[in-house]
């Protein structure tokens, strides 16, 4: 069974000096990573440490093709989250659903596909290990 982790990074610093661009985490956000990767080491919910980096469309079918059977974990946006839903439930692409997503930073969303390639959610939003 091909387990797919999708993760919202940390915190991220958005505006430095007026300027909006993508400047990288905030310590909050650091902080919020390495309560993360200690939660993942310590309970062994994912074993592999290698990254995938990807673009969402047909690049994560690319992606849950070429390693079917094991466990795929991917830091990103919560906007691509939002969008694998659309994606699994096989809503229209061009529409924005109906209903809002919230994704707390250094959540987990756990997909699971079965022998069958139907997806199921596993979990949405996990985000325990910031509770601590």
Same mark, same amino acid.
């Given at each position: 069974?091909?387990?797919?982790? %999708?993760? !919202?990074h $940390? =915190? ?7 300027? /909006? *661009? ?9 902080a ?7 939660? %993942?080491? !310590?309970? $062994? =919910? ?7 980096? /990807? *673009? ?13 059977g094991?466990?795929?974990a991917?830091?990103?946006? $919560? ?6 839903f ?6 229209n ?40």
């Open positions: 069974m091909t387990q797919l982790y %999708l993760i !919202r $940390g =915190e991220a610093c958005m505006i430095k000096n007026g300027i /909006v *661009n993508d400047y990288g985490l905030t310590e909050t956000g650091v919020q990573a390495r309560k993360l990767r200690d939660r %993942l080491v !310590r309970t $062994g =919910e994912m074993s592999s440490r290698r990254c995938v980096p /990807v *673009n969402f469309g047909t690049a994560l079918n690319r992606v849950c093709l070429q390693h079917a094991k466990t795929i991917i830091v990103c946006h $919560g906007g691509v989250i939002d969008c694998t659309q994606y699994f439930f096989g809503l692409a061009f529409e924005m659903p109906r209903v809002g997503f919230q994704t707390i930073q250094t959540s987990l969303t756990h997909w699971a596909q079965h022998e069958d390639r139907s997806w199921s959610l596993i979990k949405y939003n996990d985000a325990r290990h910031l509770e601590a």
